[in-house]
Nanobody
Framework: QVQLVESGGGLVQPGGSLRLSCATS????????MAWHRQAPGKQRELVAT???????NYTDSVKGRFTISRDNNKRTVYLQMNSLKPEDTGVYYC?????????WGQGTQVTVSS
């Protein structure tokens, strides 16, 4: 059974930091492209960052220089370090694993940036 379990969300003040984790099981983690998406209230889900099996990374423009995606293949876990958080970063953050026609999602973790 495939499971992607996100953790690390919470309430943080603007300018603060959070580190999200996504622990996986049931997939060959090392061959999957891993990604973080987010969905703000009333908006469509958007891609935030990706990391390929080879370790290449990519970010949406609004988080470049503030967020860092990383993966630990031994722990089958992907991370999202979020610094200098802004209120517009608020939303539910989802982990995703893809490999050709396989596509798996986690249940999401809430991030709220507010003073």
């Amino acid at each position: 059974q495939v499971q992607l379990v996100e953790s690390g969300g919470g309430l943080v003040q603007p300018g603060g930091s959070l580190r999200l984790s996504c622990a996986t099981s049931g997939i060959r983690f090392g061959i999957h492209t891993m990604a973080w998406h987010r969905q703000a209230p009333g908006k469509q889900r958007e891609l935030v960052a990706t990391t390929t099996s080879g370790g290449s990374t990519n970010y949406t423009d609004s988080v470049k220089g503030r967020f860092t995606i990383s993966r630990d293949n031994n722990k089958r876990t992907v991370y999202l370090q979020m610094n200098s958080l802004k209120p517009e970063d608020t939303g539910v953050y989802y982990c995703r694993a893809t490999y050709y026609n396989s596509n798996y999602w986690g249940q999401g973790t809430q991030v709220t940036v507010s003073s």
